[in-house]
C-alpha cells in the first residue's frame, strides 16, 4: 500500500498514548522504509511520555523526519470529546488554574502540510501552540460568547473527569484522556512555544478565532 509513496504523515487515532501504539508506529516506520518512503512526518502531543517514544522511534528510522509535537487540540470543544459538555453549558476539567496554550488544529494541518510538500523541513522538531497561554476558566469565557450559549468552567477530580468522559465516549478514550491531563495538566507545558511560526512564517490562530469560525460553522447549534 505504500509502493510509490514519497512522504507520510502519521498520526494516531485516538492518541499516541493508547496501548500498543507505539508498537504500531514502529511497525509501520518500518514498512515505510521497506517501501522506499523518503519522508516521515509525525504528530505527537506535547509533554506525554508515549509521545516522545514514538518520536524516538522515527529519529531511529534512517529516514528524513520532522515531528510536530502539539499542544491540546482547540477542536476537542468543537468536534471532540469536550463537544457534548460545552452543549450542556459546562466545561467540566482537571487542573486547576493550569495553563494552556491551545492550539487550533488548522495550524497543525498547515505544519503538516509544509513539512510534507517543501523542502527545508526536514530534522525539525515543531512545537507547536496557540499565541497564549489560557485557563480552562478563559476557555469557557469565549466559547460562550462565541456561542450564544452559557458555559460555565467546573473544576473536577481527574477521577470525575473519566467518569464523564466514559460516560459519553466510552473506555479506551476516557483512559486515554485522562492520562494525558494527568500527564499534562500539571504546569509542564504552561509556556508558548514558536513551531508554527517557524514552520510557516506566521502567528497561529487565536482561540477566539477558532471559537467564532467554529460558531459560524454550527459546531454548538441545537439540533433541529
Not at 17 to 29: D, M, S
Amino acid at each position: 500500500m505504500l509502493d510509490g509513496v514519497g512522504a507520510v504523515y502519521i498520526s494516531y487515532y485516538p492518541d499516541i498514548a493508547v496501548p500498543g501504539a507505539v508498537e504500531t508506529v514502529a511497525a509501520f516506520v518500518a514498512k515505510a522504509r521497506e517501501a522506499g518512503v523518503e519522508k516521515l512526518v509525525l504528530l505527537t502531543g506535547r509533554g506525554e511520555y508515549h509521545a516522545q517514544r514514538a518520536e524516538e522511534v522515527v529519529r531511529s528510522s534512517g529516514l528524513p523526519f520532522t515531528i510536530v509535537r502539539a499542544a491540546w487540540f482547540a477542536q476537542n470543544f468543537s468536534e471532540g470529546a469536550l463537544h457534548a459538555p460545552v452543549m450542556a453549558g459546562v466545561l467540566p476539567m482537571p487542573g486547576g488554574d493550569v495553563q494552556e496554550p491551545i492550539v487550533d488544529v488548522d495550524d497543525i494541518a498547515d505544519v503538516a502540510v509544509a513539512a510534507l510538500s517543501e523542502k527545508g523541513h526536514d530534522g525539525e522538531v515543531y512545537e507547536v501552540t496557540g499565541p497564549r497561554l489560557m485557563r480552562f476558566a478563559d476557555m469557557a469565557d469565549i466559547l460562550a460568547r462565541a456561542s450564544g450559549r452559557p458555559v460555565a468552567y467546573v473544576p473536577i477530580s481527574f477521577d470525575a473527569f473519566h467518569a464523564a468522559i466514559l460516560q459519553e465516549q466510552g473506555e479506551t478514550i476516557a483512559d486515554v484522556l485522562t492520562e494525558i491531563a494527568r500527564e499534562t495538566l500539571d504546569g509542564r507545558n504552561a509556556s508558548l512555544a514558536d513551531g508554527v511560526q517557524r514552520a510557516l512564517g506566521r502567528a497561529p490562530r487565536d482561540f477566539t478565532t477558532f471559537a467564532h469560525t467554529a460558531a459560524r460553522a454550527g459546531a454548538w447549534a441545537d439540533a433541529a
